[in-house]
């Protein structure tokens, strides 16, 4: 399918259907990232927004994490920070761009800001939803075991929570790179965004062009990660195992059908957005 | 109750049956009374007890194995392999809980169970989920264990026939009070003979009397 819509495209302005001052052929875009490429530029600036993606993702996925730990697994810390969280959580994290702007300049440290705050909601929000929603059943069978302290974060908690924590971190790395994008866009001397507003000043359309594709590779690479992740780490799971005759995601609740539904998708189904 | 005995607990649902078996575990604590486990009064959950629920509780991210070496601190391969073998599930031990039938969940937690040697073992309805025949196949797999470990056994249950089939004693509960307490003096193992028709037709009327008391329209008559 993309394969087709880059023929069609090429096609519409080879012959002139669409202006080359609207939108530059596939061959012209890749003709502008063949020569910027040749001059280390290009891998520059893709290293520099895949650092401050990475970085800024480090970070508020870590605190995230962190807090969704301690919220889920204490009431106490929950009814005292959760509430807050929630508050901030509804205010858009990029309407914070002046203030960004006015606290720590317009270097690095406020493009990784934003980052953080974009990534820390979701991996948040799902982690708490993650460890909330372990069978109690489980639990019960671990006090009857005698599986404490760390033995229980290890093979009860943490396990019963990552088919959440993993689709928090799936929605976090799209917020990343669109967070990235923004701040990039706003103020940068380096990265991609810096290369699309600054080829725009010259009206050099294919390199704008090829910044946006460029957003687009690295939003399914990091989505293509993750997915991974899932499929190996989730791997028990009927519901993410890989049917490997048929290449799909097949659920084998028919052949797992049994008692109750212990196996059936411990997250409980839902998905929690940032 | 002795230890080494099979005991089974029958009772109508909301009886108080699991509740008993929950203070026998350590897993609530009374409201009054007490309960004694070897002299010593039951304070949190025995180092000796271990309990089967209905639902197999088995971590679904764990392999049968893992799940079996888990709840005893990490024991050696070899051994939870044996354990799962006394279940006859040797040649399942790497596969995940979500592909096993409900009966072989069922056997991975009562290998689980026997891994760490239990004085106690606490079932809880652990057969009410599984079709007749895997029950039956249970039954006898957890009849012989017994036997061959010696290990004290309280059985809670809805089916009458299931407790006489193993227990040395039925105790039928009774809006939280013993309304009968029967020692079945049968040979093992059980054939579902004449006598063995017996013990069961006694429990049976005893559950069902009183519900006719509560409930004087209906008037049946019960004969044995």
Redo the contacts between chains.
Sequence with gaps: MPAAILVAWQLLGHYGAVSSRTLPTPLKVAEAGIQLARTGELLRYIWSSTQRALLGFLIGGGIGFALGLLNGLSHSANRLLDSTIQMVRNVPHLALIPLVILWFGIGETAKVFLVVLGVFFPIYLNTLHGIRSIDPGLLEMARVYKIRGAALYRHVVLPGALASILVGVRYALGLMWLTLIVSETISANSGIGYMAMNAREFMRLDIVVLAILLYAALGKLSDLAAKALEERLLQWNPNYAVDRKGGGRRGRRAEAGGIRSEAADPAGGKVVRG | MPAGQFVAIVGRSGCGKSTLLRLI?G?DAPSSGSVSLDGEPVAG?G?R???L??????????SALDNVR????GTDRAQAQRALEQVGLGDRADE???????????RVALA?ALG?QPGLLLLDEPLG??DALTRIEMQQLIERLWREQGFTAVLVTHDVSEAVALADRVILIEEGRIGLDLDIRLDRPREHDSSFAHYERTILDRILERDAEADRRREQVYTI
């Excluded at chain 2, 629920?53 to 764990?62: E, I, T």
């Excluded at chain 2, 888990?70 to 601190?73: D, E, I, L, P």
């Excluded at chain 2, 995940?96 to 069922?106: F, K, T, Y």
């Design positions: 575990a897993l959950i180092d007890t271990r309990m629920f209905q639902d197999a509780r088995l971590l679904p991210w764990k888990v709840a005893s601190g995940w809980p979500g592909v096993l039938s409900g009966g072989q969940r069922q689980r760490g989920a599984l």
